[in-house]
C-alpha cells in the first residue's frame, strides 16, 4: 500500500510540475469565489469587519474546497478513464482495485492540502482575518480528507456500474457546503443538541468543527471530538472500500466494465 502511494505520489508531482497552470487556475478561482462571497456579505450586511464569523467562513470554505476535491478524484478518473479505454487495463492489476483508487486520491489530496494552505495565507492577507494555524489541526485535516475521498470512492463505485455521475456531484457538493457552514458546535440545547450528536455520524462534520475550534476559536485541542473525526474518517473509508469492492465484483461478473 505504501510503496503504491510513493508511486502516485510521485506520479500526480510529476504532473502538477509538467502542467502548473492547472494548479495555479485552481488557486485562483477558489481564491476569487470566496473573496465574491466575501465582498457581497459586506455589501449586505453594511459591515467591513467580521470578527470570529470572517474566520469560521474561512475555515468552512477552505474545508468546503478540500473535501470537493477528494469527493470528486474517483468518480471523475473512473469516468475519464472508461471514456479514453484504459480502465479495463486497471483491473488487470494484481493490486486490489479499491487500493489502487485510494491511492490515487489520498496522493492527490497531498497536493490539494498544499493549495488549501496557500488559499488560506492568501485569504488571511487580502480579508484580514486572524486564523490560526496551530500543528495540532493536521489530524482534523487527515480525517476529513479519508472521509471526502471515501465518500468520493462511494460515488466512483456507482461511477463503474453507470459511467455517468458528473451530473451527481454538484448536487453532492452543495450538501457539503451545507455541512461545512453549519455551526454544529452551537447547538447546544434541546432538539438541537440531539440533532447535533446525530451530525457527528455525518462525513467530515466532526473534522471541520475540529477545525473551526482549532483555527477559529483558538480553542484547545479536544481529545472527545478528534476520537469522533478519526472514527468518522476511518469508518467512511473502510465502508467505501467495501461498497467498491462489491460494486468491481459485480461489475466484472455481468461484463459490464467496458459498457456505457
Do not use: C
Request: glycine share 8%.
Amino acid at each position: 500500500m505504501l510503496s503504491l502511494i510513493s508511486v502516485e505520489f510521485r506520479r500526480i508531482i510529476a504532473l502538477t510540475l509538467r502542467y502548473p497552470a492547472n494548479f495555479i487556475s485552481s488557486l485562483f478561482i477558489s481564491t476569487l469565489m470566496f473573496y465574491g462571497l466575501f465582498m457581497g456579505a459586506q455589501y449586505l450586511s453594511n459591515q467591513q469587519v467580521f470578527g470570529k464569523n470572517l474566520d469560521a467562513m474561512i475555515v468552512g470554505y477552505a474545508a468546503w474546497v478540500l473535501a470537493t476535491k477528494g469527493l470528486n478524484k474517483t468518480p471523475m478518473a473512473i469516468q475519464n478513464e472508461a471514456d479514453t479505454g484504459v480502465l479495463e487495463s486497471i483491473f488487470l492489476s494484481s493490486y486490489n482495485k479499491s487500493v489502487i483508487f485510494l491511492a490515487r486520491a489520498l496522493s492527490e489530496s497531498l497536493v490539494d492540502i498544499v493549495l488549501i494552505v496557500i488559499m488560506v495565507g492568501v485569504l488571511v492577507w487580502i480579508t484580514g482575518s486572524q486564523v490560526e494555524f496551530p500543528l495540532a489541526l493536521a489530524l482534523p485535516t487527515a480525517t476529513l480528507v479519508l472521509a471526502a475521498v471515501g465518500l468520493g470512492m462511494t460515488m466512483g463505485a456507482l461511477a463503474l456500474q453507470v459511467k455517468r455521475v458528473g451530473a451527481m456531484l454538484p448536487s453532492l457538493q452543495m450538501m457539503l457546503l451545507l455541512l461545512m457552514f453549519t455551526p454544529f458546535e452551537t447547538w447546544t440545547t434541546g432538539l438541537a443538541s440531539g440533532l447535533a450528536s446525530l451530525a457527528m455520524w455525518l462525513p467530515m462534520v466532526p473534522s471541520v468543527l475540529l477545525l473551526r475550534e482549532l483555527m477559529a476559536y483558538g480553542h484547545p485541542f479536544d481529545p472527545t471530538l478528534a476520537l469522533k473525526a478519526v472514527a468518522n474518517g476511518v469508518g467512511y473509508v473502510a465502508l467505501s472500500m467495501v461498497i467498491f469492492n462489491l460494486m468491481a465484483k459485480r461489475v466484472r461478473s455481468k461484463g459490464l466494465l467496458a459498457g456505457y
